[in-house]
């Protein structure tokens, strides 16, 4: 399903997994294999062997943090699942569910592991799956139908409310001037469209929630988000350009917007119009830009110190520059990387190396000599090469990229604050604060294009440290 953690976890989830399995099926259950599995942002996910008598099953686990606060998303997820099953989503069999109380130490969910291949690149770039690929927009829009028609008296009571806006109150809440998520916050509140009737909306509906094989889609995933809303938001969900991690096709990378309403309408029997999933694009963009703030704060509050959690912190300018482009107020442009400028001169009275070739030599540890495959380094210890836990080999990148965004910054930020600063003066704002209220009130307007070039320019700079290269990518 995903690529293992590790599997040393001691007895104690295992002997519990036993016998809350053994009461389920009413015979003896011992437990063979246990390992945690990478994914999961906000909840554990292990893979289980349980074997009784007469056959071996493999399970999937998915429990809250044992650290984490209790709630009723589980109950909630649970009666949601069965639901969608008897809808006719692939949703995988739930077998028990728990409070934690049991020996299992959290809130979870036990269910059936589903063969296929959740990762995006793979399910993109794989000539196994082009066949899946060809089809799967279209599926995606029927299986979306499905969930959408759901009574909403088979569901539990769900949470809902005004989307844009909780979407600007959280925001708000961290008081943090973004102008140029003001500009799409704006646009989206002047151009709403009607709102139709509430239903089921699963809230992640996504490359990554969703279970592949060559032959299509196995099971939709991860169904903790489940609210009431406009189904519409799933579809532009769907749509949002972070999803299609590098690949030109607008749903998930691999099927365009006409397949996706054209599957959606074969079942729903009606079609909803291009106006409505582009604002319900805009407004996932906007989302996925204030949900990578809030995992940032995961770390810099403290409760989840994560390299992983940081660095999302320096990806809410992609998304603002997708909803620019999107909008058509901005479009693709290269920029030269820093990084492959020469290097600035140290005017500092310490010794070589550099803060800049410290850092340097601190990312080519972690990308070339940490996680170097073991075939390649001879005498390699037992830390390296191929063995090597998944979620280290990744947070080894991810912290590599930390580094090259410090490097980047270390270079340019000083010249990049001061035109910032320029601009602003231009328009009679002191700070990011004073365009976002002028942004917000309209006392702009008049300058509205000067307004937009700001926003462009401030967007450029922070990709410019962030990730260069992503502002070539076309919009589509």
């Given amino acids: ?168 109150a959280t925001h708000d809440a961290y008081d943090e001037p973004r102008p140029a998520l003001e500009v799409v916050l704006r646009w989206l509140t002047e151009h709403r469209p009607p709102a139709r009737q509430d239903g089921l909306v699963h809230g992640d509906f996504r490359n990554g929630n969703l279970m592949i094989g060559a032959d299509g889609l196995r099971a939709v995933l991860d169904w903790e988000l489940a609210h009431l809303g406009d189904p519409m938001e799933d579809l532009g969900w769907l749509c949002v350009k972070a999803w299609r991690f590098g690949a030109p096709a607008a749903v998930g990378g691999f099927g365009d917007r006409d397949q996706l309403l054209d599957g959606y309408a074969e079942v729903a029997r009606w079609r909803p119009t291009t106006e409505a999933l582009r604002w319900w694009e805009v407004f996932g963009t906007a989302r996925w830009a204030v949900i990578c703030r809030q995992q940032a704060e995961r770390h810099l509050g403290g409760t989840e110190r994560s390299v992983e959690m940081a660095v999302l912190g320096r990806r809410i300018c992609e998304s603002e520059h997708d909803a620019l482009l999107a909008l058509g107020f901005s479009g693709p442009t290269s920029v030269a990387d820093p990084l492959d400028e020469p290097a600035p ?75 910032h600063a320029d601009r602003l003066a231009a328009l009679g704002c002191a700070d990011n604060r004073a365009l976002v209220a002028a942004i917000r009130d309209g006392s702009l307007d008049e300058r509205w294009d000067d307004v937009l070039e700001a926003v462009r320019a401030l967007t450029v700079a922070n990709l410019t440290v962030a990730n260069p290269r992503y502002l070539a990518q076309p919009a589509s």
């Fill in 1 to 168: 399903m995903t690529d293992q953690l590790g599997t040393d976890v001691g007895t104690d989830l295992s002997t519990a997994l036993a016998a809350v399995l053994t009461d389920l099926w009413r015979q003896p259950v011992k437990i063979t294999d246990l390992h945690q599995l990478a994914g999961g942002a906000s909840r554990e996910i292990w893979s289980v062997c349980a074997d009784t008598a007469d056959q071996q099953r493999r399970l999937v686990l998915r429990r809250d943090p044992p650290s984490a606060p209790r709630n009723r998303s589980m109950t909630q997820e649970a009666a949601v699942l069965t639901a969608a099953a008897r809808a006719g989503v692939p949703v995988p069999t739930l077998h028990g569910q728990g409070d934690g109380s049991d020996g299992i130490g959290s809130p979870y969910l036990l269910m059936d592991h589903v063969d296929g291949e959740t990762i995006p690149r793979r399910l993109l770039r794989e000539p196994r799956f082009a066949d899946a690929r060809a089809g799967l927009a279209a599926e995606l829009g029927r299986v979306l139908a499905r969930i959408h028609a759901i009574p909403l008296a088979e569901l539990p009571q769900l949470d809902g409310g005004d989307p844009l806006e909780q979407l600007r």
């Fill in 345 to 419: 001169a140290d005017a500092g009275i310490h010794d070589r190396p550099t803060v800049d070739e410290l850092l340097a030599a601190t990312a080519g540890f972690l990308t070339e000599e940490l996680v170097r495959p073991a075939d390649s380094t001879p005498g390699a210890g037992a830390g390296a090469g191929t063995g090597m836990d998944p979620r280290l080999r990744f947070h080894a990148r991810v912290a590599a990229n930390a580094l090259a965004i410090a490097r980047r910054e270390l270079r340019v930020g000083a010249a990049q604050a001061a035109a």
